[in-house]
């Protein structure tokens, strides 16, 4: 195996490094499921339950891997109570809370231009 060694700045490796942990991230979060749930959450500590019932349409295997992919990028902290039978809550983190922040704007975004998209939508579909 070859490995090429990166000849430009200790500078220039750390914005690469950035720029390609971002892009995972938003491979990550930019799915409609990790979004709901980060809505739903808001500033709520929920239950999986609870979780399920507030996101029509997600299945419980979906929510698993969401939350877990949502934990593992410390967007939401997973707290396990020691009684029987286990209580799980879920509570977004602070940068949790500052990506809900810009999902609302997305969610104000859509709202304010739903008119103009689905016109459009309409125009292009005909």
């Known amino acids: 195996m070859v490995t090429k060694q990166f000849m430009g700045s200790r500078d220039e490796a750390d914005l690469r490094r950035a720029d ?12 409609k499921w ?10 709520r500590t929920l239950r999986f339950g609870e979780l399920r019932d507030e996101i029509e ?3 419980h295997k979906m929510l698993t891997q969401n939350l877990r992919m949502l934990e593992r990028n410390g967007l939401v902290e997973r707290t396990v109570h020691p009684v029987v039978p ?6 977004l983190t602070e940068p949790g809370q500052a ?16 008119g103009h998209i689905e016109a459009s939508r309409h125009r292009f579909d005909d």
């Open 20 to 31: 390609s942990l971002a892009r995972e991230i938003f491979s990550d979060v930019a799915n």
């Open 86 to 91: 286990p209580r799980v809550e879920y509570t």
């Open 34 to 43: 990790a979004l709901l749930i980060i809505e739903a959450l808001g500033e």
């Open 57 to 59: 349409g997600i299945s």
């Open 99 to 114: 990506l809900r922040v810009t999902i609302d704007g997305l969610c104000d975004w859509t709202h304010r231009y739903l």
